[in-house]
């Protein structure tokens, strides 16, 4: 499995950004999804989480309220819709991949066995 994350930039704190991750390979074998965040310095994180059939989602706290997870199954493909962002939120953002079939989602990155190669996200006013 290959895991493509895209639409990261520069934003304004208040502005609303969406990104995707694009799955590719063996995509039968994936159950749950997730982004993570690494910000300069600091440990990667978790954002949120999707189930496989995009019915149960999870968020951490400081995001919860203002990002929206969702997956399109039939293209592959997740997405991270964020909102009123803060200067908080900069970091790079990668997708991930979990293939445990007993869980709705992952919260851990040692849940998550695919990685994309993260998109930066970077708010500043």
């Known amino acids: 499995v290959q895991l493509q994350a895209s639409g990261g930039g520069l934003m304004q704190p208040g502005d609303s950004l969406t990104l995707s991750c694009a799955a590719s390979?063996?995509?039968?074998?994936?159950?749950?999804m997730g982004w993570f965040r690494q910000a300069p310095g600091k440990e990667r994180e978790f954002v949120a989480a999707?189930?496989?059939?995009?019915?149960?989602?999870s968020y951490a706290d400081s995001v919860n309220g203002r990002f929206t997870i969702s997956r399109d199954n039939s293209e592959n493909m997740v997405y991270l819709r964020m909102s009123s962002l803060k200067p908080e939120d900069t970091a790079v953002y990668s997708c991930?991949?979990?293939?445990?079939?007993?869980?709705?989602?992952?919260?851990?990155?040692?849940?998550?066995?695919?990685w994309g190669q993260g998109t930066q996200v970077t708010v500043s006013s």
């Open positions: 991930a991949a979990g293939v445990d079939s007993r869980r709705n989602w992952g919260t851990t990155d040692r849940e998550y066995v695919y």
């Open positions: 390979g063996r995509t039968s074998s994936i159950y749950y």
């Open positions: 999707i189930s496989r059939s995009g019915s149960s989602t």
